[in-house]
């Protein structure tokens, strides 16, 4: 919340993404697709996982619904972040120097600074973890390896913010396509993941279960991600007409709806293989990820099951890393 008063948002890619004019729908859409992925890893960082890993080990399907609703919570409050940096041309960070107190932006800066530290510390951690259960790669040295990202993120500014966008996406993806291999290897009951995603008074009557679900609720929770989705919809290039500014909410918004519903999966995927696998074999206390790793294996006799979990791992902590360093550049 230092910037000078008329600096823009992120300035080395501040519309630096054209929008073409006169194009189709779908031609528009994916000019401006990308924000939203940026900020949906932040929904399904390694932090989630320990959280989902404990829900479905412990109590089955149930708390697929408080996975439901927080996402829900998450589209709403990214696409209030969408308007903002649209309709205002400021990120949040601008918005509060500007409209607060300069007691008030230092507070809720410090607050912000230590809450994207506390959510990068899960990140670098979670791949620091991956890398040493793939490669048996120290803890130290997989936290270091993992920093490097910093590096990465700056080269991938100097050459354009899709390279940036594009190296997320892929790893978006790869999470998406190792959990589905997991689904399919745990079998699980679709019934009761139907059921699952419906409320249940007992998650609130149930002291442990209460834990869980405020714990996961508290994993998806990203602060930092507010100031960095209304910082980087700024990248895209609309003309400052309200007819343009409207459109570029829409298609904006539709982005993020659209990654974040992609977070929502893969959230319930974890919770879900958790579930089929732990769960219903009776391994219920099961709420470490290593302990995760060890066990996929030989309770679904697949040999591959738990390396493709690391593998996931390893590409939600780098892609989350990579998003919570561009928020703190940000910052």
């Known amino acids: ?16 993404i054209e929008i073409p004019n006169n194009k189709g729908f779908w031609r528009k859409l994916l000019a401006y697709a990308g924000p939203g992925y940026l900020v949906s890893v932040g929904y399904m960082d390694p932090g989630n996982w320990a959280t989902d890993i404990a829900g479905g080990s412990k109590f089955g399907y149930t708390l697929l619904s408080v996975i439901l609703l927080s996402n ?8 209030l972040c969408v308007r903002l940096g649209v309709a205002t041309g400021k990120d949040l960070a601008q918005a509060c120097r500007d409209y607060f107190s300069k007691k008030v932006s230092f507070c809720l800066w410090v607050l912000c600074e230590i809450a994207i530290a506390a959510c990068d510390l899960a990140e670098l951690l979670g791949s620091a973890i991956a890398l040493q259960l793939l490669f048996n790669i120290p803890l130290i040295w997989g936290v270091c390896i993992t920093a490097a990202d910093v590096l990465i993120l700056l080269l991938l500014q100097g050459k354009g913010f899709r390279y940036t966008e594009g190296l997320v ?5 790869t999470v998406g396509i190792c959990f589905t ?3 399919l290897f745990s079998r699980p009951d679709l019934g009761g993941i139907l059921q699952g995603y419906i409320p249940k008074p007992e998650i609130l009557k149930n002291p442990e279960m209460l834990y869980i679900a405020i714990g996961i609720l508290g994993a998806t929770v990203m602060p930092h991600n507010l100031y960095l989705h209304s910082s980087i919809v700024q990248t895209r290039d609309w003309q400052p007409t309200p007819e343009k500014r409207w459109e570029a909410i829409k298609f904006s918004t539709i982005d993020s709806t659209v990654a974040l519903s992609l977070a929502l999966l893969i959230n319930s995927a974890i919770l879900i293989v958790s579930a089929a696998t732990f769960h219903f074999s009776g391994n219920q206390n099961v709420a470490e990820i290593q302990d995760a790793y060890k066990l996929l294996s030989p309770l679904l006799g697949v040999s591959a099951a738990s390396a493709i979990f690391g593998v996931a791992l390893l590409a939600s902590g780098q892609s989350s890393t990579l998003t919570a360093t561009l928020a703190f550049v940000k910052l």
């Open 1 to 16: 919340m230092t910037h000078s008063k008329n600096r823009p948002s992120l300035p080395e890619v501040h519309r630096s």
């Open 181 to 183: 291999a997991e689904i």
């Open 72 to 79: 829900l919570m998450a589209i709403l409050l990214q696409s």
């Open 169 to 173: 996406i892929l790893l978006v993806a």
